[in-house]
């Protein structure tokens, strides 16, 4: 520590030196970090949600067995320098290991609000402090407070097999929802889980777009009523939105996916009349496709009547165009008339885009045949 004091006063001593001879705007050179620690960067997104840690990656160079409880001190140390209070390590090399969030987000199941933090780790043999810390821009853990925290939690650290020579941060066990951002170094790998209530910050951040230049199309609109729709959740605002994406002047567009997303949404709330009417005009703007696809999705909720109607409807709007003579081969299938079913079937092989649709029709005529399920 006496030779980095005196490597300091150097330092302070050739800026003012410098200082004689150069002009006010001079700027010094990009070197690489001090000491080899290399700069680094990893980001992982969790829904909307952008997590970015930014630090420095120390070697062991031949130190191994010599980093934690040594090189790494246990718990909070007199650095020896700034305001001589213990302090814990500073997570990496060099600068303060920064991360930072875009939403809030929960550590170890406690919150966090969205922000930038300084990234601070008390070691010790059996667990570890992980401390985010308001403070994200003094260098490495000098100047730390803990009046500075935002948060602190309590991980274990875990023994790894090979030893890592460069400190890295990483994002493993990732789900929809979470991931745990691990540091490994050396044969240490210290984790703490990240999690985020995607759906809501979803919700918050479609509200925040639809505000903008976004919210004058139909599609943007129809869109957030869509993602709640498939996710049951915030449906009466989701209705809002539908209307907006069929009825709002200069923006909404009457067509089958506005139209069918609010007779869904209705449906999930309990308005099965209000429901049916909206579908019912939903269908009058379905092309070949949507209709179809409609179709299948009616045989998914085993409303195989109801179904057939559907494909029946799409074959006369569309004068059997491809691949309505598909649909009216299933539709039949689901009331149990296999002789129109093959019928259709036979139809649509003839009609087949492609060698591997004609193979997929030929499976299905050998199974309606059968009298196999097909749907």
Known sequence: MQKIRQLYGLFLSLLWLLGSFLP????FLTVPPNGGNKKATVGERIGVTDIMVEYHRPGVKGREGKIWGQLVPYGFTDLGFGPRKPAPWRAGANENTIISFSTDVKIEGRDLPAGTYGLHIAVYERECTVIFSKNHTAWGSYFYKESDDALRVQVRQEGQERSVEWLKYEFIDQTENAATLALFWERWKIPFKIEVDVQKQVINSMRRELESDKGFVWQTWYQAADYCLQYNTNLNEALQWAEV??????????????LSTKANILKKLGKNVDSEVVMKEALTYGNAVELHTYGRQLIAEKKGKEALEVFKLNAQKNNGAWPTNVGLARGYAAVGDYTNAIKYAKLAKA????????ANLDELIKKLQNKEPVN
Do not use: C, D, I, M
């Open 245 to 258: 994406a069929v009825n709002a002047p200069y923006v909404g567009e009457k067509n089958f996916l506005t």
């Open 351 to 358: 009609q087949a885009p492609s060698p591997q649709e004609g």
């Open 24 to 27: 006010v705007s001079a700027q």
